[in-house]
């Protein structure tokens, strides 16, 4: 798959934690690959769905992040159920400084045009030029997100381990404290759980990898992508939740805040 691939170049940390699972007998499957983007019509949501609805995946629930600024969107396959849910988010611009908003309006100003059209933008990275240092620092100020979209781009943000499909893990905390005990730092924003069984679902993450980033001011290491672990719960008609927790999620966003990395 090719968003793994660009995803793993990125975020060494997952691969290894991949194949120590599989060096134990486990078959990953994956719960959700999260994207991010900003809601200019040009790369919204209703621009990134369109590669997954062309494949049978269906909108499913909507959630807001009042605090961070954020609409996000899940997706479900409509035949596939061994098929990853999708989770596409967006930077509400209007709600955002008019210095980001006209930063994020030059940023995208300056691309060809056509490249917003292409079919595999998903998987297109940073489209824009994305070396300033200058420009990152000025979008870290207000919104994290906003500075990892202009480095980063198109791509998926996380791969996330369907912790249910295990069988050597009961729960999330043995596969935290497994993970803890074989060196990786968790995100620990809100706990290193987020979310109870009482609303279904419990999630954990790793603290993103560290990438190097040439800027024309020079390398600086940047936060780059993390791995998720989710354990869902069944629902009172025995089916196993398929959604989201708002609150939950709004604590994982933070896995590539340069803040955690510092903690």
């Given at each position: 798959m ?5 995803y ?5 940390s ?12 486990e ?6 690959i999260?994207?991010?983007?900003f ?43 061994n ?11 209007e709600?955002?400084?008019a210095e ?11 691309c ?49 381990i ?24 968790l995100n ?6 987020k979310?109870?069984?009482e ?13 190097a ?6 390398t600086v290491e ?17 089916e196993l939740?398929?959604?989201?927790v708002?609150?939950?999620a709004d ?9 955690l990395?510092?903690?």
């Amino acid at each position: 798959m090719k968003l793994w691939e660009q995803y793993a170049d990125i975020t060494p940390s997952a691969r290894k934690i991949h194949e120590l699972l599989e060096e134990r007998g486990e078959i990953i499957q994956n719960d959700h690959i999260a994207i991010r983007t900003f809601n200019d019509k040009r790369i919204n949501i209703d621009v990134l769905e369109k590669t997954f609805l062309n494949v049978g995946y269906e909108a499913k629930g909507e959630y807001n992040f009042e605090t961070k600024k954020l609409f996000a969107k899940h997706y479900e396959h409509s035949t596939d159920k061994n098929a990853p849910r999708i989770f596409i988010s967006e930077l509400e611009l209007e709600k955002c400084s008019a210095e980001l908003q006209e930063t994020v309006q030059n940023i995208l100003n300056s691309c060809n045009q056509e490249i917003f059209n292409h079919p595999e933008l998903v998987l297109s990275g940073s489209v824009w030029k994305s070396n300033s240092q200058a420009i990152y620092k000025s979008l870290l100020n207000e919104s994290e997100y906003a500075a990892w979209m202009y480095i980063y781009g198109f791509r998926a943000n996380h791969f996330t381990i369907n912790t249910n499909a295990l069988k050597d893990f009961e729960t999330l905390e043995e596969l935290n404290n497994f993970l803890e005990s074989k060196g990786w730092k968790l995100n620990a924003s809100g706990g290193k759980i987020k979310g109870t069984p009482e609303q279904l679902l419990e999630q954990s993450s790793t603290l993103a990898d560290l990438y190097a980033i040439d800027f024309e001011e020079g390398t600086v290491e940047i936060p780059s992508c993390y791995y998720e672990f989710a354990l869902r719960y069944p629902m009172s008609n025995g089916e196993l939740y398929q959604g989201f927790v708002a609150s939950s999620a709004d604590k994982i966003f933070e896995s590539t805040d340069v803040k955690l990395q510092n903690a």
